[in-house]
T-cell receptor, first 113, second 110 residues
Framework: GAVVSQHPSRVICKSGTSVKIECRSLDFQATTMFWYRQFPKKSLMLMATSNEGSKATYEQGVEKDKFLINHASLTLSTLTVTSAHPEDSSFYIC?????????FGPGTRLTVT | KQEVTQIPAALSVPEGENLVLNCSFTDSAIYNLQWFRQDPGKGLTSLLLIQSSQREQTSGRLNASLDKSSGRSTLYIAASQPGDSATYLCAVEEDDKLIFGTGTRLQVFP
């Protein structure tokens, strides 16, 4: 299956700053990538679907101006959390898919102080 | 709106027991169903994927079944081991999106 990496694995930032998380598809050209968020002891919630070369599609309730997604190439999608607040602290996971299944990155733990 | 529920939410068993984890979904019009494993603070590892036309899949000590008409899937773990301790998530795919269940936290003690 496809190999997906995320960077950084862990980040701590101060309230009001912006943080960028990278998601790379290492051996597969991904026209579509997905961004999920997971609160402690909760399941994953899809935030947005990122499409290479076009705008991302956000799920209902997700602020597109706060969570900026860029999918500039077939191997890289980025999620930028702008003006982060403590309630944005969460575990963010990206995934890619081939025609049959999704492959997930290892996740990024964001802590906003 | 599709809703995915997993029962039980948590399970603690002694080593060697056979286990059944349950997953139910409200809309049977799914493309496939996947079972994942998540270790604390880690990403997801795909365990088994069942296409909508299939009824079960097996991998080693794991067996997953799918009954689309009743909106249910089960994950059977044979001869559980402490290394099986993790959170198990099921997810259904519809409209090119995965919708996750709430997970079952499994602890297998020696």
């Amino acid at each position: 299956g496809a190999v997906v990496s995320q960077h950084p694995s862990r980040v701590i930032c101060k309230s009001g700053t912006s943080v960028k998380i990278e998601c790379r598809s290492l051996d597969f050209q991904a026209t579509t990538m997905f961004w999920y968020r997971q609160f402690p002891k909760k399941s994953l919630m899809l935030m947005a679907t990122s499409n290479e070369g076009s705008k991302a599609t956000y799920e209902q309730g997700v602020e597109k101006d706060k969570f900026l997604i860029n999918h500039a190439s077939l191997t890289l999608s980025t999620l930028t959390v702008t003006s982060a607040h403590p309630e944005d602290s969460s575990f963010y996971i990206c995934s890619t898919r081939d025609p049959y299944e999704q492959y997930f990155g290892p996740g990024t733990r964001l802590t906003v102080t | 709106k599709q809703e995915v529920t997993q029962i039980p939410a948590a399970l603690s068993v002694p080593e060697g027991e056979n286990l059944v984890l349950n997953c139910s979904f409200t809309d049977s019009a799914i493309y496939n169903l996947q079972w994942f494993r998540q270790d604390p603070g880690k990403g997801l590892t795909s365990l088994l994927l069942i296409q909508s036309s299939q009824r079960e899949q097996t991998s080693g000590r794991l067996n997953a079944s799918l009954d689309k008409s009743s909106g249910r899937s089960t994950l059977y773990i044979a001869a559980s081991q402490p290394g099986d301790s993790a959170t198990y998530l099921c997810a259904v795919e519809e409209d090119d999106k995965l919708i996750f269940g709430t997970g079952t936290r499994l602890q297998v003690f020696p």
